[in-house]
């Protein structure tokens, strides 16, 4: 009972700390593409524009619901339940501290310690690909279909770039483990250098801009 209780409460404090993530996460994407792109990005809604996702989210409520007359319904609503859950479950394996002792129980911070972490993380990251097939797919009308079908060769391309740079991280560390390739980062070099992968492996360039693009 006392496992199921902590599980309960790593998933719910996970949750909520994705949720309040999402603001800071999609400022901090909106502003390092708009340098990118030689643009300003957004700098209206509140200090420096970090307001700027509560003002779409305010503006996405408030927007008339409308359904295309051809779409297959269920597909339809299935979409972008599949783009959501993926999202929610990488955070499942994610370590967001070090474990540390409560009572006889050792409490790690992530809601479970996976040794394929690395591996799950592609698996269920690569789900979201059928969520823009689906849009697509069920919208009954070729247009979405054909942007659809763009999307989603994008996104298993720029997957495949993705999963080879983190070849390197896999062989620094020895694991395929979140928590023990963090682990591994501990050290430093020359006694005052960190053992980040971000500065030893140059492959976080190309893992980064696969991020972007994806």
């Known amino acids: 009972m006392t496992l199921f209780v902590i599980a309960a409460v790593k998933v719910l404090v996970a949750f909520a700390l994705l949720l309040n993530a999402t603001i800071v996460i999609v400022w901090m994407e909106r502003k390092v593409v708009a340098a990118m792109q030689t643009r300003i990005g957004p700098n209206r809604a509140g200090p420096w524009g970090m307001l700027q996702t509560v003002a779409d989210g305010i503006k996405l409520m408030m927007k008339e619901s409308m359904t ?22 990488i955070f499942l394996v994610i370590p967001i501290g070090a474990p540390f002792q409560f009572g006889d129980q050792t409490i790690t911070l992530a809601v479970t310690d996976l040794n394929i972490a690395v591996l799950y993380v592609l698996a269920i990251s690569s789900i979201a690909v059928y969520s823009v097939v689906l849009a697509g797919w069920s919208s009954g009308s070729k247009y979405p279909l054909l942007g659809s079908v763009r999307g989603s060769a994008q996104m298993i391309s720029y997957e495949a770039a993705m999963g080879l740079s983190l070849i390197p991280v896999l062989m620094f560390a020895g694991t395929a483990s979140l928590t023990g390739i963090v682990a591994a980062q501990a050290g430093t070099t020359f006694g005052f250098l960190g053992t980040w992968n971000i500065v030893l492996i140059p492959s976080f360039a190309i893992f980064f801009v696969s991020g972007i693009a994806e």
């Open 68 to 89: 295309p007359r051809k779409v297959q319904f269920g597909l339809y609503i299935a979409a972008p339940v599949m783009a959501l859950v993926p999202a929610l479950l």
